[in-house]
């Protein structure tokens, strides 16, 4: 598991929901409608500093926040007061809460660095989902190591090999972070290992409407959203 330093929280904890980020959030609702999914009791995993929570709060008939980072979930408890949030214990095999309708976890997965680790926390997953409930994970394609995004700039190496990790520098905040490498379909055969069923793969790209600057994500898309259901 790829760990933040205090420092990288802190930094993250100022980027907004804009530039090449606003794609990893902007489709989430309508894909939950044209799905016809009710996150009702949600999970946000790999919270961060709230500012995923922020975004599906109102779609939510609440949200618990989970992260590695203390740091991070104390900054959550400062954006967000009437969110619970628990620290990730990664012994474990289900969250310590009553079960969820739904598993949030944007921009999470790409910390992970093995196959293991990757089930583990997929099985904590299915483990803590009530029957019909679903995960949806947002994470970074590939192109974000060398596309020309406004905001994610690939930095060094590109990754070849999938578990491979790369550097990427996110402009808005000025911080260099890593990232591993992982097709969907990766990510999506490990849930099918544990009784999940694949429900959608959606790879959003830039509009003139979003009002972004965006460059490359008009015709490459930065992130894919992989809907998942118990
Ligand atoms: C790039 S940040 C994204 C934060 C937030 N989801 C957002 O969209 O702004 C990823 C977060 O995942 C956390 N994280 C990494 N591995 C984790 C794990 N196994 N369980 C819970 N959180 C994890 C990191 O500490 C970090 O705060």
Redesign the pocket.
């Known amino acids: ?4 330093t205090d420092q990288d ?1 802190e930094k ?1 904890s100022k ?1 907004t929901v804009s530039g090449t980020g606003f794609l ?1 959030y902007r489709d989430v609702e309508k894909l939950l409608s044209k799905l016809n999914l009710k996150p009702k009791r949600a999970l ?6 709230g ?2 929570i922020g975004v599906i709060k109102d779609l939510c008939d609440s949200v618990t926040g ?4 203390e740091l ?1 979930l104390k900054n959550t408890h400062k954006s967000h007061p009437d969110v619970e949030v628990f620290l ?1 214990d ?1 012994s474990s095999k289900q969250y310590p809460s009553a079960k969820f309708d739904s598993i949030f ?4 997965f ?3 660095d093995s196959l293991q ?1 990757m089930s583990q ?1 997929l099985e904590r997953c299915y483990n803590s989902l009530n029957e019909g409930g679903f995960l949806l994970i947002v994470k970074p394609n590939r192109a974000v190591a060398v596309a020309d995004f406004s905001s994610v700039q690939g930095v060094g190496t590109p990754p070849e090999l999938e578990g491979d990790c790369f550097n990427v520098h996110l402009k808005n905040v000025d911080l260099v ?1 890593e990232d591993v490498y992982w097709k969907p379909e990766t990510i999506q055969q490990e849930c099918e290992k544990l009784g999940f069923s694949y429900l959608a793969l959606h790879q959003p790209l830039g509009e003139i409407a979003d009002n972004q600057p965006y460059r490359d994500e008009y015709h490459e898309s930065p992130y894919f959203y992989l809907v998942m259901q118990k």
């Open positions: 598991m790829i760990e933040f929280v993250y980027s990893a946000d995993l790999g919270c961060g500093s500012r995923s989970c992260d590695i980072s991070a990730n990664l976890s944007f921009l999470m790409c910390h992970v680790s926390e972070v």
